[in-house]
């Protein structure tokens, strides 16, 4: 009897915890549908103030997860930083466990140079960075670091295609409070939190895959953010002081975010 009626308690607790999750999850979408016109003004602001930046640097943590045919979630992790200069130079570098790379764009070459290989790779690409953003992206399938984030109008670009709009709160992220607002488009799940004040920059960033088993996501989390007289001169032009081998961009390999050890479709 005192068995039963323990296991019928225990029952109890679960589900007072299920209702309890239930009522907070129905609580919030009730009321994040009201903030939907706060949560564009706030993604609307960030974006007007990223754009206003002449000067921007920062330094960045990204993952990007992957699953295997067997079903199994790997995350890849690397860092950089990147600098960027409106409206036409940019410099970035990115640092896992597979790859170590460096990408210069002076407004007229983009320079890509593989360190851990010792080999670059050179293309002319004259215009703006949002122009080399687009170039990369269709043509070579190499997308900047938070590549949306970037743009002078990241407002309309993140907004392509979006269905549904939640503003969540706050949250904090090393530190920053931020605004946490929540994206459903057609293809991906994504979350930005923004931090507070005069400075409403991007703290961190998820997308998330609706097209592939296990929703993978990749994000980016954002740290010591400069603006302006506060980031260090930067010399955007390539010098191969290491006496890099040069080949083509399209057969650069062992630069990319994925391994060349993972092959995509197949089991290893």
């Known amino acids: 009897m005192i068995k039963g009626t323990k296991q019928a308690m225990s029952v109890m607790h679960r589900l007072g915890a299920i209702v309890l999750s239930m009522v907070i999850l129905t609580g919030a979408s009730m009321s994040v549908s009201a903030d939907e016109a706060d949560a564009k003004r706030l993604l609307k602001a960030m974006s007007d103030y990223m754009g206003a930046q002449k000067n921007i640097s920062f330094d960045y943590d990204a993952i990007l997860e992957i699953v295997t045919v067997d079903g199994e979630m790997l995350a890849l992790a690397s860092s950089g930083a990147v600098t960027l200069n409106r409206p036409d130079k940019i410099h970035a570098t990115r640092h896992g466990g597979f790859a170590d790379v460096e990408m210069s764009f002076d407004g007229k070459t983009l320079t890509v140079l593989g360190k851990n290989l010792n080999v670059y790779a050179q293309e002319e690409i004259p215009g703006t960075v949002d122009q080399l953003a687009g170039e ?22 993140l907004m392509l295609d979006v269905v549904e709009v939640k503003d969540l709160g706050s949250g904090v992220i090393s530190g920053v409070e931020c605004d946490y ?62 006496k890099a081998e040069k080949v083509d961009l399209d057969k650069l390999r062992g630069a990319d975010e994925m391994p060349t050890h993972f092959a995509t479709g197949e089991s290893k």
């Open 181 to 242: 607002l929540a994206f459903r488009a057609k293809e991906v799940d994504w979350q930005i939190w923004i931090a507070h004040g005069k400075r409403p920059y991007p703290c961190r960033f998820v997308i998330t895959s609706k097209l592939v088993a296990g929703a993978p996501h990749y994000s980016v989390q954002i740290r010591n953010w400069k603006t302006g007289d506060a980031v260090a001169a930067t010399d955007f032009s390539f010098r191969n002081r290491t």
């Open 136 to 157: 990369l992206r269709l043509k070579y399938d190499r997308p900047l670091p938070a590549e949306d984030l970037l743009l002078a109008d990241a407002y309309d670009a």
